[in-house]
Nanobody, 126 residues
Framework: VQLQASGGGLVEPGGSLMLSCTVSTFNFDNYGIGWFRQAPGKEREGVSCISSSGASTIYADSVKGRFAISRDRDKNTVFLQMNSLKPEDTAVYYC????????????????????WGKGTQVTVSS
């Protein structure tokens, strides 16, 4: 499976962005999808995850109430709506999966595990 993240950019504090993760597969419903981010000099952080059915979602405490994850099976795409952005949200954002139960191990994904898309840069600055 291949994933491609897009939608990043430069936004002022308090602004919004929507990231997209397009998944190249015939079986989109078989994949739980997670969003991660990594800022310079910091460890990778799990941001959010949505189950293969879309019924369950997980959010990091740092983004609860500000970010919303969703999925559209007709577009094979998972979205991350990011509101009330803060400078500390600045990072490269990645989407990833390792099958239908990916969210059960989220965010503790070992290096080399799963399929990852190329990241998209999000910069929050005035």
């Amino acid at each position: 499976v291949q994933l491609q993240a897009s939608g990043g950019g430069l936004v002022e504090p308090g602004g919004s962005l929507m990231l997209s993760c397009t998944v190249s597969t015939f079986n989109f419903d078989n994949y739980g999808i997670g969003w991660f981010r990594q800022a310079p000099g910091k460890e990778r952080e799990g941001v959010s995850c949505i189950s293969s059915s879309g019924a369950s979602t997980i959010y990091a405490d740092s983004v609860k109430g500000r970010f919303a994850i969703s999925r559209d099976r007709d577009k094979n795409t998972v979205f991350l709506q990011m509101n009330s952005l803060k400078p500390e949200d600045t990072a490269v954002y990645y989407c990833a999966t390792d099958g239908p139960f990916f969210c059960s191990i989220f965010p503790n994904v070992r290096n080399g595990m799963g399929s990852w898309g190329k990241g998209t840069q999000v910069t929050v600055s005035s």
